[in-house]
C-alpha cells in the first residue's frame, strides 16, 4: 500500500508544503594539524558535530575516502567507556545480578530469551525482539540486530523490555510464546562519542602494544590505540543516515520498505545534501540508479518528495524537470548524483534514510 489517500488529496493544494525536521549527516575532513581523541573531540565539538560513529561498512567505506590518501589515520568516536566490565539495560540501568563473560577486548553481547532461557548473542545478530510501554509488553516479528531493534522500539513504543525480577520475566515469556527474541540488555566496554548505537566492530585490531582505549581508521581497518596518540579528524554533523535495502524494489515497495522498516525514501532538499548523497555514492561504489522519494503528481505534473510531503525546490535533473504526459513518474539518483525519471515498477535498489536519535512520540 502506499501513501494514505489524505497524502494524495493534499497534493491539489496550492499551499501543499510541510516539512520534517532532520538532517542528512554531513562530514568534513579538519585541515589542521592532527590532534589527540579529546582534542579531536573538542574540535568537533566546536563545529557542533562529534567525532564519526561507523554503522556499517558503507560508513567505513566514506571515512576511507575522506582520509583520502595512502596510510592515513583518522580518529572514530570510538573509545573505552569507565564503567566497562558492567552490563546495561537499553534504558541506561546498570544490570548488577547478571555474571557475563564479555568483558574482553572489544566485544559487545546482548541478551535474548531462546527457549526460555537468557543467552548471551553478538549483538549484530538479527533476530525479534520485544519493545515495551507503560500498559503492556509486545513481541515485535521483525528480525533486526539489538541496535536497529532498539532504535524501532524507541521510536514506536518506550525502549526494548527490561526484565527486573520474576514476574516481569513470566511476563516476556509468556509474550513470547517460545520464540527466540532480544531483550533490552546489553555489555560492551566500548561507546560512542555521540551517544548512538552501533552493532558494527567488523576489521578491529589492537594495536601491537596493546592499548586499546580509543579507535582510529587506518584505511579499511579500525584500530584500538592509545587515546594521546595524535591522528587526522573528520567531523560529523546531522542525525540521518543513508542505508540500502537488500533486494532490488519497485518503487512503491520501495516506498512501504523504507515507511516500515527505517523513516522514509531519501530527500535532498538543497545543494549541500546533494554534495553529502554525491560523497556518499563516489565512496560506496552502491550502483544507480537508485530509487529515492521521487515522485510525480499524475495529474498536477509537479515533482514531490514522498517522504516529507513536500514539493521539489532545489533540482539536479539531467535535462530539466520531466514533464507529462512523456514523463515516467518515479525518481531515481545514478552513481554520479545525476536525477532521472523512472518507470515505477522497474526493480531497483533504494536508498532510505534513519533518524538515529527518533525516540516514541
Known sequence: MGPSSLFWLLL???????????ELRKFERLSVEKRNW???QTACADKNGH??????????????????????TAYLGLHEKKDAH???????????KWTTEANITYEQKCVAIQNNEWREQPCNETMYFMCY???????????????EARLYCRKHFTDL???????????????????????????????????????????????AAGHKECAHQYEDNVVLDRCNNTHNIICMQGDTRITVPTDPLTWEEAYDYCKKNHDGLLFIRDQ???LEVEKWLNATGVPGPVWLGLRQSRVLGFWFWSTIDQVVDFINWRDGPPELPLSYHCGAIDGRGTWSDVKCQTKLPALCIEDMY???D
Open 12 to 22: 491539489w493544494s496550492p499551499i501543499f508544503h510541510l516539512t520534517l525536521s532532520t
Open 38 to 40: 579529546k582534542n579531536g
Open 51 to 72: 567525532l564519526v560513529t561507523l554503522h556499517n561498512r558503507y560508513d567505513a567505506q566514506l571515512i576511507h575516502k575522506l582520509i583520502n590518501r595512502p596510510g592515513a
Open 86 to 96: 558492567q552490563s546495561e539495560w537499553s534504558n541506561g540501568v546498570e544490570m548488577t
Open 133 to 147: 510501554n507503560i500498559s503492556a509488553y509486545q513481541l515485535i516479528e521483525q528480525k533486526k540486530d539489538w541496535c
Open 161 to 207: 523490555v527490561s526484565i527486573n525480577n520474576n514476574n516481569q520475566n513470566d511476563e516476556a515469556l509468556r509474550r513470547g510464546a517460545n520464540r527466540t527474541f532480544w531483550i533490552g540488555l546489553k555489555h560492551d566496554n566500548y561507546q560512542w562519542e555521540d551517544g548512538q548505537c552501533s552493532t558494527f566492530r567488523e576489521g578491529i585490531t589492537i594495536s
Open 272 to 274: 549541500d545534501e546533494q
Open 358 to 360: 527518533s525516540t516514541t
